[in-house]
C-alpha cells in the first residue's frame, strides 16, 4: 500500500521552496546510462512522485517531452506554480496507476520517492509503461549528510546530525527502504539489466537557511511538528543559532556547501 505524508499546502511550499534538484553527479550517472544504453529517441519522460518538481526541470532539459506525477494534489499545484519550460506538463495520480500507454514512456524516473510506492504495484506499472529500449533511473538521498564552511565542517556536521538524529525517530517505518540503500526496491525491478550505484556524492550550494528549510520539508519533522508542536519549533531555530555561532557569521543567508550521498538504481529495458 502506498503512502502519502506530503498532502498539505503548508508542508508542500516549504517542499517547494527548499528541497533541491537533482546535483551534477546524480545527473551524470543517469546521462550517462542513457548514453551507455544508447536511450533514443528520447521523447517521453515521467517523473513518478515527482513533488514540487525539482527533478522533472532537469529531465526537461533533456527529453521532448516531460510529465512529472504525484498523487500530493497541493505538491502539484506548486510545481504549477513555478516557471517551467512549456514541455513540462503536471498530472495528480498514484504511481501505481499511471495515465500511459502500454510501451510509451522512454524514461520512468523518480528522485527521492520511491519508498512512499506500493513498490509490487508500482514495478508492475514499471514493465507495463516503460518502451523496450526504454530505461529506469529511481535514485534517493540519503541520510549520509554533512556541512561544509571553512574550518569547522566537523562542528557543523556533528550539530546537523543531532538534530537530525532528533527527527528519525519520527520517522515512517517506509524511510528502512532509504536507510538499507533502496537494496529491496533494486531486488524488485523486473528488469535483469540492471544496477545499482551507492556511492555518488553531490556537493549542493546551500545557505544556513536553506539547510533549516531542508529539515523542515522532511517528514518526520511534519510528523514531530504534530505530535509535539512548541518542542518542534524551538528544534529548528536552535539548531540555526548554533551553526550561525559556530560559523562566527550573523546572516542564516551565509552560503555553505551541503554534501550528500545519493543511491540510483538504474535499469534497463530489453529491446
Excluded at 516557471?83 to 513540462?88: A, G, I, K, M, Q
Excluded at 550505484?197 to 533549516?212: E, L, N, Q, S
Aim: aromatic share 10%; glycine share 8%; charged share 25%.
Amino acid at each position: 500500500m502506498a503512502t502519502q505524508m506530503f498532502e498539505g499546502r503548508g508542508h508542500a511550499a516549504v517542499y517547494q521552496k527548499y528541497r533541491f534538484s537533482p546535483g551534477e553527479e546524480l545527473q551524470g550517472a543517469i546521462l550517462g546510462y542513457l548514453r551507455e544504453k544508447g536511450t533514443n529517441p528520447m521523447e517521453l519522460a515521467v517523473d513518478v512522485g515527482c513533488g514540487s518538481g525539482q527533478g522533472t526541470l532537469f529531465l526537461a532539459e533533456r527529453f521532448g517531452k516531460v510529465v512529472g506525477t504525484d498523487i500530493s494534489q497541493a505538491q502539484i499545484q506548486e510545481a504549477k506554480a513555478a516557471p517551467s519550460p512549456p514541455n513540462v506538463s503536471y498530472l495528480v495520480c498514484p504511481a501505481e496507476e499511471l495515465p500511459f500507454e502500454d510501451a510509451s514512456v522512454d524514461l520512468l524516473a523518480s528522485f527521492t520517492a520511491a519508498h512512499w510506492f506500493d513498490i509490487e504495484k508500482f514495478m508492475r506499472e514499471v514493465s507495463r509503461v516503460v518502451r523496450p529500449g526504454g530505461c529506469v533511473a529511481i535514485s534517493t538521498y540519503t541520510v549520509d549528510m554533512s556541512l561544509h564552511y571553512g574550518t569547522c565542517s566537523e562542528q557543523l556536521t556533528q550539530i546537523f546530525r543531532e538534530t537530525w538524529g532528533q527527527l528519525l525517530q519520527y520517522s515512517h517505518n517506509r524511510v528502512k527502504h532509504v536507510l538499507e540503500d533502496y537494496k529491496e526496491i533494486f531486488e524488485a525491478l523486473p528488469f535483469p539489466d540492471k544496477k545499482r550505484i551507492t556511492d555518488i556524492y553531490d556537493k549542493i550550494p546551500m545557505t544556513v537557511a536553506g539547510v533549516v528549510g531542508y529539515l523542515e520539508s522532511a517528514s518526520p519533522y511534519q510528523v514531530f511538528l504534530k505530535n509535539d508542536p512548541e518542542a518542534a519549533k524551538t528544534l529548528l531555530p536552535e539548531m540555526e543559532k548554533r551553526l550561525l555561532e559556530v560559523m562566527g557569521v550573523p546572516s542564516p543567508e551565509t552560503p555553505l556547501e551541503f554534501w550528500v550521498r545519493h543511491v540510483c538504481i538504474l535499469g534497463h529495458k530489453e529491446a
